[in-house]
């Protein structure tokens, strides 16, 4: 297995008495998208802020490319880009000039600084906008300048936080757009709390609630976590339910209505192919199947829940 | 570290602020050096025949470097109050600690490009008593010394003013208190003349411009200077960097 990019060990911050982040471990793979996914004030932000070197943690370590992020503090950092969840911006200067700058002060040669900003520029596609003032763009574009400046010097990894928060449907599927291409280039962690976005997203995910990794899994795993046991169908003659329910793995069949029922299986023994042989056989004219499948949502509740009760 | 520098100043100069400042000084100190050539025009012909008496640069130049020294007290705290106090109240700060500078690149930066200003604006006061030089003769030394002067103290003055920024989230509060404190070291050694005010004559910000201005370049005055300076920028490093351990 190759060296993670970026690696934390025991991560633990307190703000007085209070325990924003516990006790903390995980890694990013090169390519991954990390989504950290977690309910309001669940400590997603401030562990963001540790990763990015904003706030240094009250206990553990963080290793970025090989470098300790606390004792190599500039080696470290030169390998990260991150976007707060309030882009930081010089709003008086226009776009190209503060891109410049941030070139400048992530220490891109200024032989080199030209071609990174022309790049970022692109890639962002803010070309219309290169010579406004940041202050009279709208939120999405002022977004945008947010994600370019944290990918100018090509870092190793990209920190994003909740960086759809507050925009339009629009922009929101824009900055998703973008996200993707930079997730083709770079490592990218990801916090937010809307769960279709990690779903779209990321590859890996991590659920955090009140400062503690409750959940770490790959996408596919999570949707194995949703993928609930029971079926949809519509059938245009049905037979009666007690034909239905002596089905192989069958367990209980609910009666919906227009000829609609839903078939409870046992996880283990999917009877979607005996139900479609057995249609065809007995002409109960199948007109709809669906596997039901659980939200990220109820997921996500399920887990959190859980998690409050013991 | 240059970099900040530069994007400090430029960043100045594209807010009306700077430029108000600027023209405002420059016109209420221009006026100030008309009414010192004034009296000087009017006293000439007396002091023309006492040997040693005071000359064109004791007379106008030097009062004015002295207004000048008066008036930046009142300036300075505003514009350091946006160096750090509007960086964090537009949370652009992350920008700069997330970006490979140590702590003190960035209090560096921010402290040339705000003194580098301020040096322009030494330079526009001193070229009022410099164009007399058309009609007259005048104490380069002397003048020298007294720009030497203002040019530590205001480093002083934005070291304090950085320190007081990088306290507090709202520029309005920084400005108060950076003008609080600037004033009261300026009023420090009024506090009677006792033998116990050694020490606050010696703290003064203003006992130690008057030698310089009287053309008396000691030392102990400029390592004063340059300590305030060095004290408060190591100071503003340190609080800024224990913050992310807060």
């Given at each position: 297995m190759p060296e993670p990019l970026l690696t934390s060990r025991e991560l633990s911050r307190r703000f007085g008495d209070n325990t924003a982040v516990n006790n903390v471990s995980f890694s990013i793979q090169k390519g991954e998208v990390?989504?950290?996914?977690?309910?309001?004030?669940?400590g997603k932000s401030t562990t963001m802020k540790m990763l990015s070197g904003n706030l240094a943690p009250s206990q553990g370590e963080i290793f970025i490319n090989g470098y300790d992020l606390l004792s190599q503090p500039k080696q470290a950092k030169a390998h990260i880009g991150y976007l707060p969840e309030q882009p930081p911006l010089y709003k008086e200067l226009t776009v190209?000039?503060?891109?410049?700058?941030?070139?400048?002060?992530?220490?891109?040669?200024?032989?080199?600084?030209?071609?990174?900003?022309?790049?970022?520029?692109e890639r962002c596609g803010l070309d219309n906008v290169t010579k406004r003032l940041i202050a009279n763009l709208s939120k999405g574009f002022q977004q945008r300048v947010g994600i370019a400046q944290a990918i100018i010097h090509a870092p190793a990894v990209v920190i994003l936080d909740e960086p759809t928060s507050g925009l339009d449907p629009i922009q929101i599927r824009e900055i998703r757009q973008l996200i993707r291409d930079v997730a083709n280039e770079h490592s990218v962690i990801l916090s937010t709390h809307i769960l279709p976005e990690v779903q779209m997203l990321c590859d890996r995910v991590q659920i955090i609630n009140q400062g503690q990794l409750i959940l770490s899994d790959t996408i596919t795993g999570l949707s194995q976590h949703m993928q609930s046991s029971s079926l949809l169908i519509e059938l245009t003659s049905p037979p009666t339910i007690d034909i239905l329910n002596d089905i192989n793995g069958v367990i209980k069949v609910e009666a919906l209505r227009e000829n609609k029922f839903r078939l409870h299986y046992q996880p283990d023994t999917d009877p979607t192919d005996i139900l479609v042989s057995s249609a065809v056989q007995n002409q109960w004219q199948l007109k709809l199947l669906?596997?039901?499948?659980?939200?990220?949502?109820?997921v996500f509740m399920?887990?959190?829940?859980?998690?409050?009760?013991? | 570290m240059l970099t900040l520098a530069k994007n400090e100043l430029y960043r100045l100069f594209l807010s009306p602020l700077a430029w108000i400042i600027l023209a405002l000084t420059q016109l209420i100190l221009a006026y100030l050096f008309l009414t010192h050539i004034d009296y000087f025009v009017q006293i000439q012909a007396k002091i023309a025949t006492i040997p040693g008496a005071p000359g064109l640069t004791e007379l106008v130049a030097i009062p004015l470097l002295n207004n000048a020294a008066t008036i930046l007290l009142l300036i300075t705290p505003l514009i350091t109050m946006r160096l750090i106090a509007e960086e964090r109240r537009n949370e652009s700060l992350p920008l700069l600690l997330s970006a490979p500078l140590s702590m003190s690149q960035i209090v560096l930066g921010k402290f040339i490009g705000t003194f580098c200003f301020l040096l322009l604006l030494v330079i526009l006061v001193s070229l009022m008593p410099l164009s007399l030089t058309v009609g007259s003769n005048?104490?380069?030394?002397?003048?020298?010394?007294?720009?030497?002067?203002?040019?530590?103290?205001?480093?002083?003055?934005?070291?304090?003013g950085l320190f007081l920024?990088?306290?507090?989230?709202?520029?309005?509060?920084?400005?108060?208190?950076?003008?609080a404190s600037l004033f009261l070291l300026w009023i420090i050694d009024w506090a009677g003349n006792s033998e116990s005010s050694g020490l606050f004559s010696w703290l003064s910000l203003l006992r130690h411009y008057q030698p310089l201005l009287q053309g008396e370049v000691n030392s102990s005055d400029i390592s004063y200077y340059l300590i305030v300076t060095t004290l408060f920028l190591i100071v503003t490093i340190h609080h800024l960097d224990s913050e992310r351990l807060k």
């Open positions: 990390l989504g950290f996914l977690g309910p309001n004030g669940a190209k000039e503060f891109l410049s700058f941030c070139a400048q002060i992530n220490q891109i040669p200024s032989s080199k600084a030209k071609l990174a900003v022309d790049t970022v520029i669906t596997p039901e499948q659980h939200s990220l949502e109820d399920k887990i959190i829940q859980t998690e409050q009760v013991t | 005048l104490d380069f030394g002397l003048l020298l010394s007294g720009m030497l002067g203002l040019t530590l103290l205001l480093s002083s003055f934005t070291a304090i920024s990088s306290l507090t989230k709202q520029p309005a509060i920084a400005s108060m208190t950076t003008f």
